[in-house]
């Protein structure tokens, strides 16, 4: 399994000393959160999407995906959803990179099958604009949809190999899923997976891992039991939580943390 960190962990950094982060700590990757206050996001015109992505290439790290905004199971019309869906693939197919991060963000007034439906229309239109793009757009269990049961309601009707799912550890738990359980129902759409630690239930704080009570050794040694080779990315929500601990002081330990957790899995 190769290893990425998000940049919700240094909001706001230059793309060339994200990529100089990367590097300097061992990571593979990186996964950019493309929102307006962030330096990558839909709006970015042709040779700033260049600049980004000779950077990334100079430093010899992956982009690994884009964690976009859009909610696909949110009330209201599909134009605008399925717009943003389709600027993000976009955005992401001149990166290079391979993964769209969407939301389900259903409405707590709507009932679970409106919102069901209305997020596998939306990701199967989209999909087919994802297809040309050469991207998948991943569902992140989140939200109204935080578990891998949840996310399989939308992700089966779809059913079309360019749409798929992300795996927040994190929401998984909280949801009363078994690292087990989420893998088996996810497997089959599985793009990557965010690790991350927390104190509690009740204090979602972002820890250094290993520090919190999440199962990241029981999520690890499922994933390398099912001989699955693909990416943990280290979520860590600095953005939201301001009395958080720098990340950049905590790559190190994260990254070892994460290589011995795979080393003791093998």
Sequence with gaps: MRLAFSTLGVPGLPIPDVVRLATAHGFHGVELRAHPEE?????????ERSAVASAFKAGGVEILGLAGYARIAAPGDDGPVIDELRALCDLARDLGAPYVRVFPGADPEQTT???????????GLAAEHAADA??????????????????????????????????????????????AETYAALAPYLGYVQVKDIASADDTTPLPLGAGI????????VLSRHNWDGWLCWEYEKRWYEQAAPLPELLDAGREHLARLLNESA
């Design 39 to 47: 330096p990558v996001h839909p709006g970015l015109g042709s040779a």
């Design 214 to 221: 999440l199962p990241l050794a029981e999520c690890v040694e």
């Design 134 to 179: 050469g991207v998948r757009i991943l569902l992140e269990t989140h939200d109204s949809h935080r578990t891998a049961a949840d996310a399989i309601r939308v992700l089966g009707p779809v059913g079309h190999r360019n749409a798929g799912a992300l795996w927040d550890v994190m929401h998984t738990w909280l949801g009363g899923e078994q690292p």
């Design 113 to 123: 099958e409106r919102a069901d439906r209305a997020a596998a229309r939306r990701l």
